[in-house]
Structures are given as structure tokens and as C-alpha cells.
Nanobody, 126 residues
Framework: QVQLVESGGGLVQAGGSRRLSCAAS????????MGWFRQAPGKEREFVAC????????YYADPVKGRFTISRDNAKNTVYLQMNNLKPEDTAVYYC???????????????????WGQGTQVTVFS
């Protein structure tokens, strides 16, 4: 079955960096658009970034533009999220997700994604 396993979360001081990884199995990874979402306590799950299968186009939520970078290694079936200049408001559980959708409108929505990881906690302290 499909499995998405995130890693790399933890405690980080504001202004610091962290790299999240998501290892996928059970699917043809190169065919999927991969997304990162996050959910803070008491808030809805929100889009962070995604990278398409075709050509590797990337999209970012406004709060993370210029600070976060999403990338993928199809040979390793892994997607990454490099997070720089972290802020306390970045504190959340971060999830990776997979979808076959290539729609620019849909890929920013959680309901477009068929598969989800279990999440990894990122806590940014000031």
C-alpha cells in the first residue's frame, strides 16, 4: 500500500533552518504532484508548497515564499522541504501528501490529495 513517511521535524530557534523529508513507497512517485501542508493547534490544515510531477513546477503559499524551498528526488522517491529563517508562526505539524492532479487550482487544496503522511512536528521558539 501507499506510504508517505515524514522526518526531520523538531525544535528550532527562530531564524534557524530545518529540512523535512518525505519518503514515498507503494506508488509511481514520478507521476505524482507532491505537496506539503501544515496544521497548527486550533487551525485548519493549510497549504505550504507543492511540486508537480511534470517539469517540477513549484508553488508556495505567500507566508513561506522566499523562505521555504520544495524539491524532489524521483530516484529516491523523496520530496523535501527546506525551511529557512523560521518564525514562531511556522510552528505546526507538517504533512506531505500526494496527488495525481496537475491543476493549479486544485493542488493547493487538501481535498485534492489522495495520500497523506502521519506528520512531523516543527516547533519554532523565539
Amino acid at each position: 500500500q501507499v506510504q508517505l513517511v515524514e522526518s526531520g521535524g523538531g525544535l528550532v530557534q527562530a531564524g534557524g533552518s530545518r529540512r523535512l523529508s518525505c519518503a514515498a513507497s507503494g506508488l509511481t512517485f514520478s507521476m505524482y504532484t507532491m505537496g506539503w501542508f501544515r496544521q497548527a493547534p486550533g487551525k485548519e490544515r493549510e497549504f505550504v508548497a507543492c511540486i508537480k510531477s511534470s517539469g517540477g513546477s513549484t508553488y508556495y503559499a505567500d507566508p513561506v515564499k522566499g523562505r521555504f524551498t520544495i524539491s524532489r528526488d524521483n530516484a529516491k522517491n523523496t520530496v523535501y522541504l527546506q525551511m529557512n529563517n523560521l518564525k514562531p508562526e511556522d510552528t505546526a505539524v507538517y504533512y506531505c501528501a500526494a496527488t495525481l492532479s496537475e491543476s493549479n487550482v486544485r493542488v493547493v487544496r487538501p481535498d485534492a490529495y489522495n495520500y497523506w503522511g502521519q506528520g512531523t512536528q516543527v516547533t519554532v521558539f523565539s
